[in-house]
């Protein structure tokens, strides 16, 4: 099989990953019974764990919804207890997001949700198989975050 083979069913396997009703399907499976997270919510949510503490305008960098929903989705969480706004050290004009610690609670349930998620969806693979994927796909995408 060629590379350019190979790389064609990568990209295709990633476009179907990055739709959105996939997408849809895993936050809905992540967020089910949570107070205060929904899968609207859910991608600020889990930018705000990632790269906390944060302003509003690069969280929505960093997720690609525009910095308007970003800002009304914070305000949400922030409602809901899970997000919090701090002063910004460097700008006393701005503020920070952060999880409270009902969001990291919150977070963590989705995680583990997550996980369980692809344990069933990798269950009846080989130990290694698995293995050498999460290897993989660890590699293509530091590979592709350094471009």
Known sequence: MSSRTTSAR???SIGQLLRRSTRAHLYDSM???LDGVDVTTYPVLSGVARWQPISATNLAVEIGIDRTATTRYASRLQQAGLV?????PAD????LL???PAGEQVVETMRDRLVKHLDAATADWPDA???QFAESLERLVDT???R
């Open 84 to 88: 919090d706004r701090v002063p910004d």
């Open 144 to 146: 592709l975050s350094r």
């Open 98 to 100: 952060r999880l409270t």
């Open 129 to 131: 198989q698995a293995q």
């Open 31 to 33: 967020v089910a019974g």
């Open 10 to 12: 990568i990209e295709a």
């Open 92 to 95: 006393a004009r701005a503020t």
